[in-house]
């Protein structure tokens, strides 16, 4: 069922208010976020410059944005979950420093234990191992740390939608958003656009080209094989509290190993899930979910046991707010910042 309109007070500023057509536009770049204009204004209705204007006023506002980052496969580079203990009082201090290293790409501020959240990307296992993690266990503030490693991602926040399309438009859209597939080695001057997709994944070849000081049509080729050649993920990220969603809970769990396909495919299907991945450690079970209350959390949990019998949820974590997602810096109401800080691989 399509979501109702959300209105919404951000922190000093005027009241926004999402309508039910913003809402429609953020699924269907979810699903699609390349798509232009006019194709998608035959499916939603709305001429090409409305969804023109109605996205470069979402997007000015930081409600919503549309980045590429590293697919974040265990099977290409090392994904680490690392919480963080503070000293008392030295959060927001030790928040400060982490949030520039590049390698912490998500950082979310939680209720209790654990102080921090980070989600890590690195090259290598050495690299994560003697550089990264002592990187953030140095910095100011910080008293302890704790890391598992990512071993399968089984779902993460590029796959969760808003429900706000009916099922005709979902698929019309799922179609438009396919690429064609480029199975050779990525030429050298490709990576240069991978930098500017992060900050924009809407991009267009004639602005990068610009940028770069390239050709239009040289660009417009290497961006088809970027693309195509499945290195990034590109997702469209809405302000988690304008979207309607204030509250985000992690759960560490474990699971039998033989289960998790299972398990993971019993939890991916419920709209909430922002991450559902299995880990090294303790517990080998990592689930996310963004809810609209914290009465939710008791529901989400009855909800998570019924459909993976068996499964023991060891601790649950609320967060109180996202201060970086995927590189990009969030304001206290989730908006984004305009702040980017790259992926370590997009930097070389």
């Known amino acids: 069922m399509p979501l109702p309109a959300q209105r919404l007070v951000s922190f000093g500023a005027p009241v926004v208010e999402l309508s039910e057509e913003d809402l429609a536009l953020l699924h269907a770049l979810q699903i699609a976020p390349r798509v232009p204009w006019l194709e998608a204004s035959e499916i939603l209705g709305a001429h090409p410059a409305t969804l023109a204007r109605r996205w470069e006023r979402l997007r000015a506002a930081g409600l919503a944005w549309i980045t590429a980052h590293l697919r974040g496969d265990p099977a290409e580079m090392v994904v680490a979950f690392v919480d963080v203990e503070c000293d008392p009082g030295r959060r927001d ?9 590049p ?15 980070l989600t890590v990307f690195a090259r290598s296992l050495v690299d994560c191992a003697e550089r990264v993690l002592p990187q953030i266990a140095g910095a100011p503030g910080v008293n302890r740390i704790q890391s598992e490693l990512c071993t399968r991602l089984h779902s993460g926040g590029h796959s969760w939608r808003l429900a706000a399309l009916d099922r005709a438009q979902v698929a019309a859209f799922a179609e438009l958003g396919r690429v ?26 004639a602005e990068m080209a610009r940028e770069l000081g390239r050709s239009p049509a040289t660009v417009h080729r290497q961006l088809a094989k970027v693309l195509g050649s499945g290195l990034l993920s590109f997702r469209c990220e809405v302000a988690q509290g304008p979207a309607g969603y204030p509250v985000a809970c992690k759960w560490l769990a474990k699971v039998p190993p033989g289960q998790h396909a299972q398990a993971a495919a019993a ?13 090294t450690g303790q517990t080998n079970f990592t689930i996310m979910m963004w809810l609209r209350t914290v009465a939710d959390v008791m529901t989400a949990e009855v909800t998570i046991q019924d459909r993976v019998p068996g499964i023991e949820l060891v601790q649950s974590t609320v967060m109180l707010r996202a201060v970086k ?4 810096m969030l304001g206290p109401d989730g908006a984004a910042t305009g702040d980017v800080v790259n992926s370590p691989a997009l930097l070389d």
Do not use: K, M
């Open 325 to 328: 997602r995927v590189g990009f």
């Open 103 to 117: 390698e912490a790409q998500t950082i979310d501020v939680a209720t209790s234990h654990p102080d921090l959240s």
């Open 180 to 205: 064609e597939p480029y199975t050779g080695a990525l030429p050298a001057a490709c990576f240069d656009l991978l930098p500017l997709l992060v900050r924009n994944g809407r991009a267009a070849a």
């Open 267 to 279: 939890i991916s299907g419920l709209r909430n899930v922002r991450l559902v991945a299995s880990t």
């Open 93 to 101: 201090e030790a928040v400060a420093v982490l949030a520039a290293i």
